[in-house]
T-cell receptor, first 112, second 112 residues
Framework: NAGVTQTPKFRVLKTGQSMTLLCAQD?????MYWYRQDPGMGLRLIHY???????AKGEVPDGYNVSRLKKQNFLLGLESAAPSQTSVYFC???????????FGPGTRLTVL | DQQVKQNSPSLSVQEGRISILNCDYT??????FLWYKKYPAEGPTFLIS?????DKNEDGRFTVFLNKSAKHLSLHIVPSQPGDSAVYFC???????????FGKGTSLLVTP
């Protein structure tokens, strides 16, 4: 039981490049989330999904897209990376709204 | 607009003493509150939670108190241990939302 895994762990991009962050969970959770953590800003919700095939915007969705084609996977895409997207990205999942939220180990992304 | 506020960015406590971390919220629709602990280079991990129908929840050395009228909750750690040194995030959710709202975190340092 691996819990929530994220790929890659680190990445450096140049401005304008694109990339996809992959999140996988093996707990059969319905809800999945992408957060970003910046110094002094806490954890801010980018996008979330309440089930396979569904996605919704969170607090800071601009510049990101997501897809939930399979229940166990939640992908976060950056179409044209900007330095403001330099951050640590956390994926998380939960069984339902009141269920414990489990976080992945994070992806540290630097955009030059 | 930050709906969950942790006004103390940092706290230093001696080993064996009590650590008290505070959190305020503005949204009266929040009905479920959680504390997460985060070590550097790791994802946040669940610590303790409380439903709005309770005013106290205890788990070993950790106790969370909820004061609904003041829209305030606090986490008490007794006795504090050096291994408790981490960033603590307060989070809340309400029945009108599907994801947790996080505070900016409080960095706790427990000194020997």
């Amino acid at each position: 039981n691996a819990g929530v895994t994220q790929t890659p762990k680190f990445r450096v991009l140049k401005t304008g490049q694109s990339m996809t962050l992959l999140c996988a969970q093996d707990m059969n959770h319905e809800y999945m989330y992408w957060y970003r953590q910046d110094p002094g800003m806490g954890l801010r919700l980018i996008h979330y999904s309440v089930g396979e095939g569904t996605t919704a915007k969170g607090e800071v969705p601009d510049g990101y897209n997501v897809s939930r084609l399979k229940k166990q996977n939640f992908l976060l895409g950056l179409e044209s990376a900007a330095p403001s997207q330099t951050s640590v990205y956390f994926c998380a999942s939960s069984y339902d709204r009141l269920g414990q939220v489990y976080f992945g180990p994070g992806t540290r992304l630097t955009v030059l | 607009d930050q709906q969950v506020k942790q006004n103390s960015p940092s706290l230093s406590v001696q080993e064996g003493r009590i650590s008290i971390l505070n959190c305020d919220y503005t949204n009266s629709m929040f009905d479920y509150f959680l504390w997460y602990k985060k070590y550097p280079a790791e994802g946040p991990t669940f610590l303790i939670s409380i439903s709005s129908i309770k005013d106290k929840n205890e788990d070993g050395r950790f106790t969370v108190f909820l004061n609904k009228s003041a829209k305030h909750l606090s986490l008490h750690i007794v006795p504090s241990q050096p291994g408790d040194s981490a960033v603590y995030f307060c989070a809340a959710s309400g029945n009108s939302g599907y994801a947790l709202n996080f505070g900016k975190g409080t960095s706790l340092l427990v000194t020997p």
